[in-house]
């Protein structure tokens, strides 16, 4: 299995960009799919895009046009570009992997997980 290691989370205002990092180690990255989340408090966890080993990508209608996955296999780390930041963008973002489904869209889908790295938009 793959280790994840998020990283990139901050406070930005309404309207900013940020790009989240998501560190990858152990296992070959490459044979994994890698989805993000995010999670608010006392919310379930939600979906937001995924990136399977061919490069097919899928987003959620919710951040479809704003947010971009990618990956650099090269380097074993993904990355969700967050443009046109809004307030209620401001959970706690999981990257989450797989090597098991190739369209993985639950977080039941995914084996591993990082540790979570906040974002706070401000209005």
């Known amino acids: 299995q793959v280790q994840l290691v998020e990283s990139g989370g901050g406070l930005v205002q309404a309207g900013d960009s940020l790009r989240l990092s998501c560190a990858s180690s152990?296992?070959?990255?490459?044979?994994?799919?890698v989805g993000w989340f995010r999670q608010a408090p006392g919310k379930e966890r939600e979906f937001l895009a995924f990136?399977?080993?061919?490069?097919?990508?899928y987003y959620d209608d919710s951040v479809e046009g704003r947010f971009t996955i990618s990956r650099d296999n090269g380097v074993s780390t993904a990355y969700l570009q967050m443009n046109n930041l809004k307030p209620e963008d401001t959970p706690v973002y999981y990257c989450?992997?797989?090597?098991?489904?190739?369209?993985?869209?639950?977080?039941?889908?995914?084996?591993?997980w990082g540790q979570g790295t906040q974002v706070t938009v401000s209005a």
């Open positions: 990136e399977n080993w061919i490069g097919h990508i």
């Open positions: 152990g296992a070959p990255f490459e044979n994994y799919a």
């Open positions: 989450a992997a797989t090597g098991l489904l190739p369209t993985p869209l639950t977080p039941t889908d995914y084996n591993c």
